[in-house]
């Protein structure tokens, strides 16, 4: 056990692409014959094979979610999606005008709260389901504020064409993060809007000034910035996340990614998701003081997935 | 015999213990020191020891409902000593590890079946279930959906009031064998194109009427086109598509990509790009239908003929070109049926109209603007 006088901690993964490669291939084939209906129960396989490489202080984490909560999640949730369709065609059915446009603005209104509720349910389902020696995360946001949170934000967004996107983003990344539980650990962001547009507007200039090579590093500064704001607080001590992304490095892997990707005519996404997992995990470091042995069970159990299986369905990832 | 060194934790806090689990015929015992260095014993019921699903070089095993008890176990026998000691019982996901340790052949193997599995679906059952749904789709609602997309087309074009008249009475003098009601609509435009849509609306552009230089020529034109209406060829298309999109994101578990298809479709309406043996079929038909009406089938040899020469000469025809693949196997095969067809005759009625239409259509020419 490594004292709590090291002050640098950093993640470790053991995750093999062949390993992955096999939990893939059993994925796509029990999906194929059962005509998708396996899809939740290979999601979770994945999960578990990559939480279980996941090192921190000489323990693994675990992914607790099984095939079958996610499953009644995707049924929810495609039951969620399908009905919000539903609506949308039978009002265009009618013909009349009138309830085409209602019919559009249920659907629209339906889809765009769909994404806090799908961000709210992923988040509490994903951090419950996580564990690390026993003790498991959580996430203790509201619903509605995150709602609030949304339509205030996306409003801001229109009216400003798009430019306050920079912000919302940042509001709803401070929300999310700042609701997270470890036990008795918690977590912040500290990024705000303003460096983040900086950041971005930079990025995307110098990008098209330098024919697209910036482009590495403007991404090297996005990675970097969503991870060095995050402060995580055990007790009075506060630990830092320390970054050592570089342009070269993440050139390097996107290079050789895309190398990869194209002679094995996408064959060798296991390996390129391994190298994408260990790429951040070497390249940050957390700093500060920090007692593996101190945290206590405090976050209740969450076994809904209806969230998680909605966020799946609109394509966002985690 | 079946000792370990392990690290147990209580589910309580994080707090890491050394502890030894040793595996009895009923239970796992583990015995640890706890925070006042006095030995403790705890007792893990086979029946409640989570499965781990695949396996690693460290690992983890949860005990009973949540808090969970767990312990860490680096030992590299362990796995296949619980297999000895326990046979019968799976305490790691039996599929999983045997894939995961079976090595390059059983990986291969799985491969090459998912590979032909995935080729069966894509090419024999995702396609054929879809012709299967389109010839249960009732009437109705093809009409109505041909409506609504030639009402969305319509918007943006303009109608040649005149022609259309003059072109849908040409048709009433035809016999297309289909109790689908016919509607020609010839719009203004310099495209040389025409399609069909759901349900017996024809749109037919002025710009392809006016390269045409025979009654004979359009009976073809139309009889290729009914041949798409009466064997439901839009329909079976976007069935087909739908059912792959369908099929692949069922896959890849993407419901949005329905969103997808059904604008595709919605594009398709207009657009209606059929597959090369939809044409081949349409052609088939159109031969049939000149057959029926007692008309030279040379006049689907000239249509082809104006279509071929249209294709060198406007960049805008390579739209047609790629949607209606006009190859010289589909001339070769009209010229062929062509020289083996008996009893055409010279049919006045319809010259007369096409005479008409050719008048108009010069007419509308000389119109300035």
Known sequence: METIDDQQRKLGFWGEGSKLFGIFIVNMLLTLITLGLYYPWARAATMKYLYQETEFEGSRFTFHGTGKEMFIGFIKA?????????????????????????????????????????IHGALRYRMSRTSWRGIHFGYRGNLSELIRICIIGFLLTLVTFGIYSFWFEMKVRRYLIQNIRFGNVQFSFRGDGTDWFGLNLAGYLLSIITLGIYSFWWMKDRLKFQFSNIRIHQDDSTIKVKTSFTGGNYFGLVIV?????????GLATPWIMIRNIKYIFDNIVLDGAFNPDALEQTEEDYRDATGDDLMDALDMGM | MYEYEVKYYDGQSSRSRNAFLLLRDSHWQLIFRDENDEEQSTRWEIDQIKQNDMGSALNTFHYGDFP????EIEDPTFIDDLKQKYPGLDFVNKNYHRVL??????????VALTILLFALFAFVIAPNSAALIAGQIPRSFESKLGENGYQVFMTTAEEDAKRSLLVNRFAKQMDF?????????VVESDEVNAFALPGGRIVLFSGLLDKMGSAEELAGLLGHEVGHVKHRHSIKAQMRSLSTYLFVSLLLSDVNGVTAVLMDNAKMLSNLSYSRKLEHLADEEALAVLQKNHISQSGLVDLFRTLQGEAGKEPEFLKFLSSHPLTQDRLDFAKKAAAKQRGEQENLELKAIWERIETEGKKESELPG
């Open chain 1, 257 to 265: 990614n895309g190398i990869l990707m194209v002679i094995t005519l």
């Open chain 1, 78 to 118: 495609l039951g969620i999606v399908l009905s919000l369709y539903l609506v949308l065609f039978l009002f265009m059915w009618i013909g009349n005008t009138l309830f085409t446009l209602l019919g559009i603005l249920i659907f629209f209104t339906g889809m765009s709260l769909l994404t806090p509720i799908a």
């Open chain 2, 68 to 71: 969970h008890q767990s312990v």
């Open chain 2, 177 to 185: 064998d289909t109790d689908y009601p016919i509607r020609i609509t």
């Open chain 2, 101 to 110: 340790t079976g090595g390059w052949k059983v990986m291969a193997g799985l």
